[in-house]
């Protein structure tokens, strides 16, 4: 018999007293274990809410609604009801050819008191248009408040208030450190109740809802309306989140909930404390995600980074950061897709240089990029380029093309001045359909070169198929809006 048949057999003849001995032991452990996990889950949030309760407030503002200059029904002139909607609506003193009176409009939502000389955090869209704003405490009391500044990209807002004495209020948490599955608790003025809290857990993290910044706590406790700009605490005390948005097809939770994270709040309501706006880096490019397709086209080795599809003037351009080239890195973070990047970027301090490691080429190089701002480039155009070849139709990788010219220029109503092909027709049944390219775009590079002729494409072609590529990289121009397409080499 072998050793392990011995020791198996020694395991099935212990004494009674032995197995019973390991029985309790096994049994205690289980015990303490499921004590250790009874002791993370709160007994109670009556001490937290205790704690945090006098720095929550309730928001009400007051807009005045301009007067409905049409009050009366829409009929067709002529009409059978026209006379008798008129009268109605004399009788009620609201002729339907008078406007209406000016009203006044109230609306309610939460914040939090951020420091002890009255700066309070909310949301923008709770203040947005209004002309008055007051604040109530939970402890009694209301003061006016003045908007500091505001941010509509995050939806955040900033407010002051002047008090005799000095004000409880909250600290900021750290949401990177939240985790899915951590107990938190929201406060605020739902639905107009008063002060009230709910309970839930963190259910994902990382939510992007429709902003190129968003970064939203996702958690099941109960956010309904009135609790917009609340605060969202882990169990510290700590805000790591803004209340902003509900999932809800009626309108009220259902456990699909989304707060801002402090990751994002912070930055943005330090900005607005110190020039009473926002200023994000700006990196002045246009980007696109890389897939495994382009990945394998231009050679790199995972589909990740942002693809740089335009440069304007700007930051980039003057560091030499080219169309074409992925942007792996950015100021010693590593990318790994636009929205990433942007959100990186946009963090960033204005007027910062930074080192962006950027693919070109099939290797990387290191470029120096002093950051702009992005609010002063939001508005900037991207330049056009040069004039067009002589027109050559041709069908190439599923698409009928032609060197740009004037009368395609006027047919198809492309910019002044842009070069390339322009798709003339794209089959319902080719890879290039699929992938979004239609009839108008202008092709103007291929292989990561310019292309200005149908024989600049195909030596394009010639030199991606010699280099072992199974596909080969297009930027295509839509109402000067660029992206890259891979297309496939084969057949």
Same mark, same amino acid.
């Given at each position: ?6 020791t198996l ?5 212990l ?24 002791q993370n ?15 929550v ?8 609604v ?8 829409i ?6 009801f ?17 406007p ?10 939460s ?8 700066f309070?955090?909310t949301?923008?869209?709770v203040?947005q ?5 007051l604040?109530e405490?939970?402890e009694g009391?209301?003061l ?9 990209n ?6 002051k208030?002047?008090g005799?004495t ?8 750290d949401?990177?450190?939240s ?17 009230s809290?709910? @309970?839930?857990i963190?259910?994902a993290r990382?939510?992007?809802l ?5 970064d939203?706590?996702?958690?099941d ?18 805000v790591?989140?803004?209340n902003?948005?509900?999932?809800s097809p ?9 707060a801002m994270?402090?990751e994002? @709040? ?10 009473g ?12 995600d890389v897939?495994p ?11 990740r ?10 930051p980039?351009?003057e ?17 790994q ?5 942007v959100s ?8 910062k240089?930074v ?13 120096l ?9 939001e508005a ?6 040069a004039p ?10 599923g698409?009928s093309?032609?060197?740009v010219?004037?009368?395609?220029r ?7 001045g ?6 003339t ?10 992938k ?5 775009d202008?092709?103007?590079?291929a ?6 002729s149908?024989g600049d ?10 280099a072992?590529?199974?596909?080969i990289l ?12 891979a297309?496939?080499l084969d057949?």
């Amino acid at each position: 018999m072998n050793q392990q048949a011995i020791t198996l057999q020694a395991s099935r003849t212990l004494p009674a007293n032995a197995l019973w001995t390991l029985t309790v032991g096994l049994g205690l452990m289980l015990a303490s274990a499921l004590a250790a996990a009874a002791q993370n889950r709160p007994v109670t949030f009556a001490d937290l809410a205790e704690q945090v309760s006098p720095a929550v407030v309730n928001i009400t503002t007051t807009t005045t609604v301009a007067g409905n200059t049409g009050s009366g029904p829409i009929l067709p002139e002529g009409s059978p009801f026209e006379d008798f909607f008129r009268d109605f609506m004399d009788r009620n003193g609201e002729p339907g050819d008078r406007p209406s009176r000016p009203r006044r409009s109230q609306a309610l939502g939460s914040g939090f008191v951020i420091s002890e000389d009255g700066f309070i955090v909310t949301n923008n869209h709770v203040i947005q248009g209004a002309d008055e704003i007051l604040i109530e405490f939970f402890e009694g009391g209301e003061l006016e408040a003045t908007v500091v500044g505001t941010d509509k990209n995050t939806d955040l807002a900033l407010l002051k208030v002047e008090g005799d004495t000095p004000l409880a209020f909250v600290p900021w948490g750290d949401s990177e450190a939240s985790r899915v599955g951590d107990w938190v608790m929201a406060m605020g003025n739902p639905l107009g109740q008063g002060f009230s809290i709910s @309970a839930g857990i963190i259910s994902a993290r990382g939510r992007a809802l429709s902003g190129s910044f968003d970064d939203f706590i996702q958690t099941d406790a109960a956010i309904n309306r009135g609790n917009s700009g609340g605060p969202l605490f882990n169990m510290d005390g700590q805000v790591i989140g803004v209340n902003t948005a509900i999932l809800s097809p009626n309108g009220g939770s259902i456990g699909i909930g989304f707060a801002m994270s402090s990751e994002v @709040a912070t930055n943005v309501i330090d900005q607005l404390q110190e020039f009473g706006e926002t200023r994000r880096g700006w990196l002045g490019v246009r980007i696109q995600d890389v897939t495994p397709d382009v990945a394998e086209a231009i050679g790199l080795e995972e589909a990740r980074g942002a693809l740089v599809t335009d440069v304007p003037e700007g930051p980039s351009k003057e560091a030499g950061i080219l169309a074409g080239d992925v942007i792996l890195t950015f100021d010693g973070t590593d990318v790994q897709d636009t929205r990433e990047l942007v959100s990186t970027v946009a963090n960033a301090p204005v007027g910062k240089a930074v080192r962006v490691i950027v693919h070109r080429d099939e290797g990387t190089q290191t470029l120096l990029v002093t950051l702009g701002r992005r609010e002063d480039a939001e508005a900037e155009a991207v330049p056009a380029s040069a004039p067009a070849d002589e027109p050559i139709n041709k069908d190439v990788l599923g698409l009928s093309i032609s060197p740009v010219t004037d009368d395609l220029r006027s047919e198809m109503n492309l910019a002044d001045g842009l070069e390339g092909l322009v798709v003339t027709e794209v089959g319902e049944d080719t890879e290039a359909f699929e992938k979004g390219v239609r009839a108008g775009d202008v092709i103007t590079e291929a292989g990561q070169q310019p292309v200005a002729s149908v024989g600049d494409l195909e030596a394009r072609i010639e030199d991606a198929r010699e280099a072992g590529r199974k596909s080969i990289l297009l930027l295509v121009r839509r109402d000067g809006d660029p992206r890259f397409v891979a297309l496939s080499l084969d057949g």
